[in-house]
């Protein structure tokens, strides 16, 4: 699913491998046969140039105690993105973009069977079986047409990211945008919007 986000045609990485946890790399390189760039897999995360905020607690794995609100919170998040993103059934990949990130436990704990892409996750959010991570600089570096559905997080509303998101978005599913005041990308049409979010779906 990955991609050289120089432009050229695509072509299939080719990944070589360092440190393994089961079926996860945590360290290791992507390389790329066209232009021959280099991407380093480290602690889990293929770096494709960008930065991401720096933090101290680990929210994807939950070892942050957190209060009864805040645990509710985020199961009624996870509860409405479910319905908004209108995903049911296994297979296929979810983006989730930015702070969007934090919703993969929530998430995957209410849609088995689907894996879960985090592009510029904060950086207390760790690699799970369900969620692999990826920095990224100005593009989202997975194949055209590949997710079955993308959140875009409050925090990466800005350019270039809704566009992104619409390219890797497959025709007829939905891109999810915590935020109400935006543009739609290019080839997405607005299907509501409210309480914090907006909603489109890919013609």
């Given at each position: 699913m990955l991609r050289c986000p120089e432009p050229h045609q695509l072509e299939f990485l080719v990944l070589s491998t360092g440190e393994m946890n089961g079926r996860m790399v945590r360290s290791g390189i992507a390389g790329c046969p066209v232009c021959r760039n280099e991407y380093l897999i480290v602690n889990g995360v293929v770096d494709f140039g960008g930065e991401v905020e720096r933090g101290t607690r680990n929210v994807a794995r939950g070892t942050v105690e957190r209060g009864t609100r805040s645990v509710e919170r985020g199961t009624e998040e996870a509860h409405t993105l479910q319905a908004l993103l209108d995903l049911s059934g296994p297979g296929g990949f979810v983006v989730l973009v930015g702070a969007a990130s934090r919703h993969a436990v929530g998430l995957a704990s209410l849609i088995g069977g689907v894996h879960f892409v985090g592009i510029n996750a904060p950086a207390d959010i760790e690699e799970l079986p369900v969620l692999s991570l990826l920095r990224a600089g100005r593009s989202i570096p997975l194949r055209p047409s590949i997710a079955r559905g993308v959140v875009v997080?409050?925090?990466?509303?800005?350019?270039?990211?809704?566009?992104?998101?619409?390219?890797?978005?497959?025709?007829?599913?939905?891109?999810?945008?915590?935020?109400?005041?935006?543009?739609?990308?290019?080839?997405?049409?607005?299907?509501?919007?409210g309480q914090g979010l907006w909603v489109g779906e890919k013609g």
């Open positions: 997080g409050a925090d990466s509303v800005g350019a270039p990211w809704l566009d992104q998101a619409a390219a890797v978005l497959l025709r007829g599913r939905r891109l999810v945008v915590e935020a109400e005041s935006l543009s739609a990308p290019a080839g997405v049409r607005e299907l509501a919007v």
